[in-house]
């Protein structure tokens, strides 16, 4: 069973969560100066593989990347 804590944990960024929306999960990332979040819109977190998560969560990290520099 897949947990929003598995899921960071795999991802391994220290600013990054992941919380369930209604109908959707979405990651926030914030480093103290600034925030963004990404929306996934699927109904469960075991609707995703791991690794599906896990590119997820780069993808989004990597456009924070390209926004925030």
Wanted: aromatic content about 22%.
């Amino acid at each position: 069973m897949l947990t929003a804590k598995k899921i960071i944990k795999a991802i391994g960024n220290p600013y990054l969560n992941l919380y369930r929306g209604k109908g959707y999960q979405y990651f926030t990332y914030y480093d103290g100066s600034y925030y963004e979040d990404y929306s996934v819109y699927i109904n469960r977190i075991n609707d995703y593989s791991l690794d599906q998560w896990v590119a997820e969560g780069k993808d989004f990290l990597n456009k924070i990347k390209t926004e925030k520099y």
